[in-house]
């Protein structure tokens, strides 16, 4: 685990100016507000909420979800659930398949540990070798206790999982023939709905999500096995699974922080008003006649999603940000009468997808009081950084 250099720790208590840059810079009480909004949405639809740690990789994030409701944690590697157990995080499920025999002796090991402190360990299968191999990984090496297994179905994605129905029946039935495994429902998300950016489609994408999770659990339950759960959605369509009737959990992640890919789409009217809360801290370091340049480039923020917005510039400012490499960020003045910043001025940038530009950081910096006049409150440790495996 890498050291917390002094360089951050001595920021705690001081002013939000003196951080240096770039930083990613969490502030705390909008996030803090985007919990509660969670929480109390959960309970409202009397779901279970087991938000993605694939978002923020923080074993301290995930203990303070749960300290509000959160039913534990998602990750998509192995790697990452070793990460957050040993922070103290022991309800874990994969939502995703693993093959590879050494990551599968892994997960048993992981499951056993988990189990001794009274936790659990689940894990998504798309195919009979996978459940043949998880057997004998967890015969090797897991507890009496067993693993928790779900069927992952693909729903639209078009990705992992077996097509819904009668695909899944079998899977399901397969499991149950390892007394280590146990099935415990279904896997369901479509992820690429959460970033459509019109409600009508994201409406219709679930109700074919909903339809056809719907059609399995009463194919698998008419086989004679019950179906404890089917889990899945996101923070762009949890509105939809919460309301479903279908759906008992719900796995959105992204809400935590939010992000500048997700400030393009149309909110539901019913969904929480999550705010962004993480920024990319920056600094202006070259001044030119038509441009400005800072200190935060693709090495800082990631762009897949698209590029950062500038946020929480003064009334005359607006700011285009463009990318300029790997340790640049290009900035240009939107409309004749608006400011380009001058050198030494320090910026704000909403990331344009959350998850992997954590995934950039070893620390983010708590805020408490606002980013204008506010002071560092703690570091948080990005635990699962790069846990890839």
Known sequence: MKPMPDSLTSTIGQRVDLIDTPA??????????????????????????????KMHKSAELALQMQRAGAQGVCVQKVSEAEALAAGG???????????????????????????????????????????????????????DSGIDVLVEIDVGQGRCGVPPGEAAVALAQAVTQHSRLRFAGLQAYHGRAQHMVSTVGRRAAIAEVVSAAQLTRMLIEDAGLPVPLVTGSGTGTLVHEAASGVFGEVQAGSFLFMDADYARNEREPAQPQFEHAAFIKTQVISAHEGHAVCDAGHKSNAIDSGLPTVALLPPDYALRYANGGDEHGLLYAQG?????????????????????????????????????????ERIIRVDARGALT
């Open 89 to 143: 995080v022991t309800d874990i499920t994969i939502t995703n398949e693993v093959v590879a025999m050494p990551k599968l002796h892994r997960a048993a090991r992981l499951a056993a540990r988990l189990a001794a402190q009274g936790g659990r360990l689940a894990i998504a299968v798309d195919h009979i070798e996978g459940v043949v191999r998880l057997a004998e990984a967890m015969a090797m090496h897991g507890s």
């Open 24 to 53: 990613l810079v969490i502030d705390l009480d909008a996030m803090e507000r985007n919990i509660q909004r969670m929480a109390d949405f959960a309970r409202k639809h009397r779901v279970l909420w087991r938000p993605h740690a």
């Open 336 to 376: 004749p009468q608006a400011l380009l910043p001058t050198l030494g001025q320090m910026l704000w940038l909403i990331p344009g997808h959350c998850d992997p530009t954590v995934n950039l950081y070893d620390f983010m910096i708590g805020v408490r009081g606002g980013l204008a006049e506010g002071v560092v």
